[in-house]
């Protein structure tokens, strides 16, 4: 069976763009691949956190994971820092990527160009992290969206270049974008990307946000004036934007049908229907993630995921430092 491993760094509330574009691909893969879905928590501090508010997000992002429909059984869920040679792969990566490699990366580009200050080396140095993260279980396929795609990227051509200098370490890993909703966008300006440091703004809809909240959002979306249900995300971003939540919450319905179906009719309708989608996913992840918290099963959860990670991390971990001759074994 083929190997693919992911992760979420639950820097605030998990929301529909990450639902969309990762986790709800995450549920579907795990019964034709060995699936490895961790939560991202050394990467979730690379910017200031309140711990209280962090721990409450990394709770939640594992509740979610399950609520979402990802097995314990099928899946192996774990925390970053349980395992934690990905912190010291994650530093031998940093030794061998260069910093163009980084400077070229646009996540960090892009928080300086915003003139952010005090800006922080864990920031500039996460992909190198993310690498370690992905090479340290061989997998086959890392599914993410659009914006993770260069990170996996620079994982292939750091992994290539220590195989060609120190011997067969690593697998290459592919990255697996979906089709549909790989960018979902804000909702209120549907030209940047749905993003958890949207705090609450309204483009941005939470898997745990009220209904009612979830669907004034959507009814509010930015569209346009041109009146017509066209995917056209250069001249119809916002209706684009919709067409697409559409489509990946209804089994990825093609975007033609769902022309067809709105033909004629005008925003608002067409909003409604988008509004039902949002809000019965939403209701069904609501209900199992109030299961899941009243469960008492997470701690488990983790420790078995944990079990299961350590043994395949360590064994890739010893093989690096080995071929680097940095270990004396006695
Ligand atoms: P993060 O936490 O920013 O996002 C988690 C996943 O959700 C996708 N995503 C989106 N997809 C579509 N539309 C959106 N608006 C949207 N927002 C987020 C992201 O592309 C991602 O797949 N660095 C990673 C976490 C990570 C990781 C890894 C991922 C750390 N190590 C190893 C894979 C493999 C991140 O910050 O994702």
Redesign the pocket.
């Known amino acids: 069976m083929k190997r693919m491993?992911?992760?979420?760094?639950?820097?605030g509330q998990?929301?529909?763009?990450?639902?969309?574009?990762?986790?709800h691909h995450f549920v579907e893969y795990q019964d034709q691949y060995e699936m490895f879905a961790?939560i991202?928590n050394l990467?979730c501090i690379t910017v200031p956190q309140e711990p209280e508010q962090l721990k409450k997000n990394l709770y939640d992002c594992v509740a979610l994971y399950l609520a979402c429909g990802l097995d314990p059984n099928r899946a192996t869920i774990f925390l970053?820092t349980d395992v934690k040679e990905h912190a010291q792969l994650g530093y031998i990566m940093c030794c061998n990527t260069y910093m163009g490699e980084l400077n070229r990366m646009t996540?960090f580009k892009d928080k300086q160009a915003k003139g952010e200050k005090n800006l922080s080396g864990g920031l500039y140095t996460?992909?190198a992290?993310?690498a370690a993260?992905?090479l340290l279980y061989d997998p086959d396929y890392?599914?993410?969206?659009?914006?993770?795609?260069q990170?996996?990227e620079l994982?292939r051509d750091v992994a290539a270049r220590m195989n060609n200098r120190y011997g067969e370490l690593f697998k290459l890993p592919e990255p697996l974008i979906?089709k549909v909703?790989?960018?979902?966008?804000?909702l209120s300006d549907p030209t940047r990307?749905?993003?958890?440091s949207d705090g609450i703004n309204k483009g941005c809809i939470y898997l745990l946000d009220d209904l009612d909240a979830a669907r004034k959002k959507v009814m509010s979306a930015k569209t346009d004036s041109l009146n017509q249900i066209r995917f056209d995300p250069e001249n119809q971003p916002g209706v684009s934007n919709l067409i697409q939540i559409y489509s990946s919450l209804n089994n990825d319905r093609p975007y033609s049908a769902i022309e067809e179906e709105f033909a004629g009719k005008g925003y608002g309708d067409f909003k409604s229907a988008v509004a039902d989608s949002v809000c019965t996913t939403l209701e069904g992840i609501q209900k199992k993630y109030r299961e899941v918290t009243t469960s008492g099963m997470i701690e488990d959860v983790l420790q078995a995921g944990a079990a299961k990670a350590r043994p395949i991390a360590a064994a890739k971990l010893d093989l690096v430092q080995r071929a680097l001759g940095m270990e004396i074994h006695f």
């Open positions: 491993l992911s992760g979420i760094k639950p820097t998990l929301h529909l763009g990450s639902y969309i574009g990762a986790l961790f991202a990467h970053q996540q996460y992909p992290l993310m993260d992905i890392v599914p993410v969206g659009e914006d993770q795609k990170h996996v994982t979906g909703g790989a960018r979902i966008m804000s990307k749905m993003s958890k």
